[in-house]
């Protein structure tokens, strides 16, 4: 399983940032896919979350927007109206065969 996040930049407060996570070594298509953050200093969190047949959830629904392409096995996390707190690493995750995948993070920094 091989998780390889892209797209994180350094963006001034109100800018946006689209994310993407390619995936490889499972069958994409049947797998919810997760995109967490880590902040320096604080806990991993879940930022949003889609299942196989696309149902999402998101801890901001307003700013965020998680998508799958399973024809390209690739999720995107789309992130609107940037805030300085949005300053984290941000993570790809699955589950497979019942054991965590994480990807090696991608930085985003939101400049105030």
């Known amino acids: 399983v091989q998780l390889v996040e892209s797209g994180g930049a350094l963006v001034q407060a109100g800018g946006s940032l689209r994310l993407s996570c390619a995936a490889s070594?499972?069958?994409?298509?049947?797998?919810?896919m997760g995109w967490y953050r880590q902040a320096p200093g604080k806990q991993r969190e879940l930022v949003a979350r889609?299942?196989?047949?696309?149902s999402t959830y998101h801890a901001d629904s307003s700013r965020f927007t998680i998508s799958r392409d399973n024809a390209k096995n690739t999720v995107y996390l789309q992130m609107n109206s940037l805030e300085p707190e949005d300053t984290a690493v941000y993570y790809c995750?699955?589950?497979?065969?019942?054991?965590?995948?994480w990807g090696q993070g991608t930085q985003v920094t939101v400049s105030s």
């Open positions: 889609i299942t196989s047949d696309g």
């Open positions: 995750q699955t589950r497979v065969w019942g054991s965590d995948y």
């Open positions: 070594g499972f069958i994409f298509s049947i797998n919810a």
